[in-house]
């Protein structure tokens, strides 16, 4: 009997536990699953063009108009020099280059910069670039500043240049040794990252490293050589001085690390703007689409709005549906249908000791660019210690006092049916067609609207000298303005408008005394149309 009760007791035990170690079997499945499913990317975006081309810019990048960002890293230790930004290029050519390095016709035998790097540093067979990345330790580095500086600038969004053509990562990496926190002991791109969101900006990372295959060829006739540099240098491969081909090619190795050193910044600090700077349109195609694929899809992810700025040298290489057309230190002629991007230095792109550019000359730009539909990229350029340079926070803040007054005919505002009057035009469209200071004249004038098409602004691009404003566009007899006036004021200024409109004409009051340096812009209410 005692046998029969232990055999039932056993009997018992066992299905108990096969029960429960079920139980727990489908239990740690289903953790297992939920776990996979928490890190899984949702293939929402395929990598192929017509998938990506859904993709269109977000609606706080068309709202935002103005952002700022750094060119930071070893660079700077030679170009406070007054020399130019492309050092690690520039150090190693005997001969001065143009960027497809053909050799420039006024070159002398040995180049400027190849003789300032051995005067400065030593030779470049035992000093090279990867010395220079050594020697640069920015001990005054401070994320919270730089943020509050820009915010108080009136950027709406911001971030630092996360690598440069020469390779060097300026955040914590794991693809890579040559990365600032291994070097440096600090993650600029991760710091920034806490220190923008605080302010409540949108974040931004710059990529230049699609380039990076062709910026250190000449490096391999002097430390290059050594294959334990190769990381850093790219390994050895022909680049043809015709001035209409990059041949060599990179390679599929080279590629795929491109895409990597893009993945981990995009996984770990999840920007809101990623832009391109000029080669991403010499890599592959099937690269491009990987990795336009990823972003769009780790932004689905992460439920963020991503936009993805791209630059054409020589074609275009995306759908412009899916990025933002960038100008490098240029702008459009004309509001275009699409939200485009200048980028453009206070002064160097890397610190160089050139004095800032004025406020009001970036107020113009900006201005302008907006009532075209674009938004403004300001370089900010720090001293090799990470301080910014007193000048530039000087103008940075004089754009944000104009900005706290005048912010609302910018900031969320749409273009209107004409962008511009006045006598200044732009020479031609596209790159490197901007004026460095300020140009425009009180004849000169912008419009922008509010979004719901109730509010236009008129903005003049500099101080009247007389009390009368003139606004040759606004006369009826050229139709824009086709809906009847409620109010006119002066934004920041409290006294009473007269103004006038015939059919060559609107002419507005301009007060005496009104407080501003450089822009003014009347704010005009229009009567809402009926629906009767």
Same mark, same amino acid.
């Given at each position: 009997?005692?046998?029969?009760?232990?055999?039932?007791?056993?009997?018992?035990?066992?299905?108990?536990?096969?029960?429960?170690?079920?139980?727990?079997?489908?239990?740690?499945?289903?953790e297992t699953i939920e776990d996979k499913e928490k890190h899984e990317v949702k293939k929402v975006y395929k990598e192929e063009w017509p998938s990506i081309a859904r993709h269109s810019t977000p609606e706080w990048f068309r709202d935002a108009k103005f952002g700022i960002y750094t060119h930071f890293g070893p660079a700077v230790l030679a170009t406070q020099h007054q020399t130019t930004e492309w050092w690690g290029w520039a150090m190693y050519?005997?001969?001065?280059?143009?960027? /497809?390095?053909?050799?420039? &016709?006024?070159?002398?035998?040995?180049?400027?910069?190849?003789?300032?790097?051995?005067?400065?540093?030593g030779d470049q067979n035992v000093y090279g670039y990867k010395d220079l990345i050594m020697d640069f330790q920015p001990d005054k580095f401070d994320a919270e500043e730089w943020a509050n500086l820009f915010f108080k600038a009136g950027a709406k969004f911001s971030g630092p240049m996360g690598c440069h053509h020469d390779n060097f990562m300026l955040w914590d990496s794991e693809v890579t040794r040559w990365n600032m926190k291994r070097t440096a002991g600090i993650d600029v791109v991760g710091e920034l990252e806490k220190a923008i969101r605080a302010k409540n900006m949108k974040y931004l990372i710059t990529f230049h490293h699609a380039f990076s295959w062709w910026f250190f060829t000449e490096s391999h006739k002097y430390d290059g050589a050594n294959p334990e540099y190769q990381d850093l240098y790219c390994k050895p491969h022909t680049f043809s001085d015709?001035?209409?081909?990059?041949?060599?090619?990179?390679?599929?190795?080279?590629?795929?690390?491109?895409?990597?050193?893009?993945?981990?910044?995009?996984?770990?600090?999840?920007?809101? !703007?990623?832009?391109?700077?000029?080669?991403?349109?010499?890599l592959s195609d099937d690269i491009r689409k990987k990795a336009y694929a990823m972003i769009l899809n780790n932004g689905e992810q992460n439920q963020q709005e991503i936009g993805i700025s791209y630059k054409t040298k020589f074609d275009i290489c995306i759908p412009p549906s899916a990025g933002i057309l960038?100008?490098?230190?240029?702008?459009?002629?004309?509001?275009?249908?699409?939200?485009?991007?200048?980028? /453009?230095? !206070?002064?160097?792109?890397? @610190?160089?000791?050139?004095?800032?550019?004025?406020?009001?000359? $970036?107020?113009? $730009?900006?201005?302008?660019?907006?009532?075209?539909?674009?938004?403004?990229?300001?370089?900010?350029? &720090?001293? &090799?210690?990470?301080t910014i340079p007193n000048d530039q926070k000087e103008t940075l803040l004089?754009?944000?006092?104009?900005?706290?007054?005048?912010?609302?005919?910018?900031?969320? /505002?749409? &273009?209107?049916?004409?962008?511009?009057?006045?006598?200044?035009?732009?020479?031609?469209?596209?790159?490197?067609?901007?004026?460095?200071?300020? $140009?425009?004249?009180e004849r000169d004038i912008r419009y922008t609207q509010s979004k719901d098409h109730n509010t236009l602004y008129v903005i003049v691009m500099d101080k009247p000298t007389t009390n009368t404003v003139v606004a040759k566009k606004l006369g009826k007899g050229f139709e @824009?303005?086709?809906?009847? $006036?409620?109010?006119?004021?002066?934004?920041?200024s409290h006294e009473n408008i007269v103004w006038k409109q015939n059919e060559t004409n609107m002419t507005f009051s301009f007060p005496k005394n009104i407080n501003g340096k450089h822009a003014f812009c009347y704010k005009l209410k229009l009567k809402k149309v009926s629906n009767n």
């Open positions: 009997m005692n046998l029969i009760k232990s055999i039932l007791l056993l009997t018992i035990l066992f299905f108990s536990n096969h029960i429960n170690c079920q139980k727990k079997s489908q239990q740690n499945l289903s050519n005997k001969k001065q280059k143009y960027w /497809t390095n053909a050799v420039r &016709p006024d070159s002398p035998d040995t180049s400027r910069e190849f003789k300032l790097h051995q005067e400065l540093f015709d001035p209409d081909s990059f041949g060599e090619y990179p390679d599929a190795e080279y590629e795929d690390l491109w895409f990597k050193k893009l993945e981990e910044a995009a996984i770990k600090y999840k920007p809101d !703007l990623f832009w391109f700077d000029m080669g991403l349109e010499l960038d100008f490098e230190k240029g702008r459009s002629q004309s509001a275009r249908e699409d939200a485009w991007l200048t980028d /453009t230095p !206070l002064s160097g792109w890397f @610190y160089n000791g050139r004095k800032s550019r004025s406020s009001e000359a $970036i107020i113009e $730009i900006l201005i302008d660019i907006v009532s075209k539909n674009g938004c403004l990229l300001l370089d900010v350029s &720090p001293k &090799p210690d990470g004089g754009i944000g006092e104009w900005l706290k007054v005048n912010g609302e005919a910018i900031y969320n /505002t749409r &273009p209107w049916v004409i962008a511009e009057e006045g006598p200044t035009k732009l020479e031609k469209d596209g790159h490197f067609n901007e004026n460095w200071e300020a $140009i425009y004249t @824009y303005l086709s809906r009847e $006036i409620e109010s006119v004021s002066l934004i920041g």
